[in-house]
């Protein structure tokens, strides 16, 4: 029973977690492009585009790792490179597509889910950052986890979902945020019962 309870705790404390982050992220996002002397009316320039989303990937990733940090910690100890490997996930995804497009000659403002009905580009991106990020936060966790390569999976596929889940609706984010805590609690009290069991069997 307290193990689902765990479960559930970690799945919604994501899902307002994220809708915060994410809304602030936008007043960042709001604010850099303003400092370049765009209104949200003007598309902006690629560096200006670029530079927007990574601060607001940034604030995103900061509010999801200090709560998992919160939360982690309640098993194992754990270091703040957990939060920066999650931010640096989002700064070098952003960077990465912002050179993309750059060369593409598409503005990154132009293919978010406000902007775009096609939230595939957007979902991309989001996946690649929670891939980079699982592949540095896995290590994190101590070696007797066994499935601790699952982690990756699950962090590309949660973030990749919370963008994707808005083709219902931009209120449908809140869906996507509870999809991210469901898939990630998910699969790490999975990773947690495999190392007990390994333990048992030891």
């Not at 999809?179 to 030891?202: H, P």
């Amino acid at each position: 029973m307290k193990k689902y309870k765990d479960y559930a705790k970690w799945t919604l404390h994501h899902t307002w977690a994220i809708l915060v982050s994410y809304i602030i992220s936008m007043v960042v996002l709001i604010i850099i492009h303003g400092s370049f002397g765009f209104s949200m009316k003007d598309d902006g320039t690629y560096l200006s585009n670029t530079l927007m989303h990574i601060g607001s990937g940034f604030i995103l990733a900061l509010g999801t790792g200090i709560l998992q940090k919160k939360l982690l910690k309640k098993y194992f100890p754990i270091s703040y490179f957990w939060v920066l490997s999650l931010i640096i996930g989002f700064v070098l995804a952003e960077l990465l597509a912002g050179i993309v497009l750059w060369k593409l000659e598409i503005y990154r403002g132009l293919i978010n889910i406000f902007n775009n009905t096609n939230h595939f580009p957007e979902a991309s991106i989001f996946a690649f950052a929670g891939l980079i990020s699982g592949i540095l936060q896995f290590r994190l966790f101590k070696p007797f986890y066994k499935k601790r390569f699952y982690w990756i999976v699950s962090s590309t596929l949660g973030w990749g979902l919370l963008i994707l889940s808005t083709y219902l609706g931009l209120f449908a984010f809140l869906l996507g945020a509870l999809l991210y805590g469901a898939v990630t609690g998910l699969v790490f009290y999975w990773i947690l019962e495999s190392k007990n069991q390994n333990e048992n069997v030891t």
